[in-house]
């Protein structure tokens, strides 16, 4: 495989160790010191985006509570908001792999391929480029799972049946593990944001597909989750919550992270 096929990191040694020994020790550290989750086997998960020393606490609760079905989890579909390049709908690259200072991750190019008659799916490599909201999620991925195979959609203004619609193209079996990056409230003083994150929080739990960008960056595709998540039966699970204030930030201004599994909701 040609390098230009490949989409290389953008952010190493920005928002995670750029030096693959250093990357591989922090994750490693970081899904060690995670507080044990009891959960069944999630069908999707949210995680943060942040650098590693702020939100990655918090985005370890969710991938070491992967460890039970690392081997059978062997496609990701990960869903991230656009920060640098304005999309309309979602945006697939064009490349047939992404690459971290840990290795390169193949890309599921038929899956890929099924989305190309759907009007808001385009292909952009630019999207893809600097966005740092897909790339900070690999690492971990890399880490906490076996081999896997990628579909990576960086997601712009889109409406949730949109985004639900190319979830359900998408949705596979047990094999597949939906990932959508988002953080929450920005640059909130500490005691607000609290209480504007619980806040969001509790509808992410009532799977209300209303959330704001203002509530959560990835508001678009988690929007989408959460509208398939209600078609298909699933719940949702708060597995972690806190902010930049409780990590590596100080108070004044901080930034909501918080982790979610969602799996099909008990019966009986």
């Keep these: 495989m040609s390098p230009f096929d490949t989409r290389p990191p953008a952010v190493a040694g920005m928002f995670y160790p750029g030096a693959p020994a250093v990357l591989r020790a922090t994750v490693d550290e970081l899904l060690s010191a995670a507080p044990a989750v009891s959960m069944v086997r999630p069908k999707a998960i949210v995680a943060p985006h942040a650098g590693y020393i702020y939100s990655g606490p918090t985005a370890a609760r969710i991938y070491a509570a992967l460890a039970p079905w690392r081997q059978s989890m062997r496609r990701v579909v990960l869903l991230g908001p656009t920060h640098r390049v304005a999309v309309r709908g979602l945006a697939l690259p064009t490349v047939r792999a992404f690459a971290t200072p840990l290795g390169t991750i193949p890309l599921d190019a038929v899956a890929m391929a099924g989305l190309d008659d759907l009007p808001q799916v385009c292909r952009d490599d630019a999207a893809h480029a600097l966005e740092h909201s897909l790339e900070v999620q690999l690492p971990f991925l890399q880490r906490a799972l076996d081999e896997f195979t990628l579909v990576p959609l960086a997601v712009g203004h889109a409406e949730a ?20 990056s988002s953080d929450l409230s920005h640059f909130l003083p500490y005691a607000t944001a609290q209480q504007v994150d619980s806040n969001t929080c509790r509808h992410i739990l009532a799977l209300d597909s209303r959330i704001h960008p203002e509530q959560a960056c990835g508001a678009f595709p988690l929007n989408g989750l959460l509208q398939a998540a209600r078609q298909r039966g699933l719940q949702a699970q708060l597995i972690d919550l806190c902010n930049s204030g409780d990590t590596a930030g100080d108070r004044e201004r901080v930034v909501g992270y918080a982790a979610f599994a969602f799996h099909p909701a008990a019966h009986g």
Excluded: Q, S, Y
């Design 161 to 180: 049946a949109a985004v639900a619609e190319v979830l359900d193209r998408l949705w596979g079996g047990e094999e597949t593990l939906i990932v959508i």
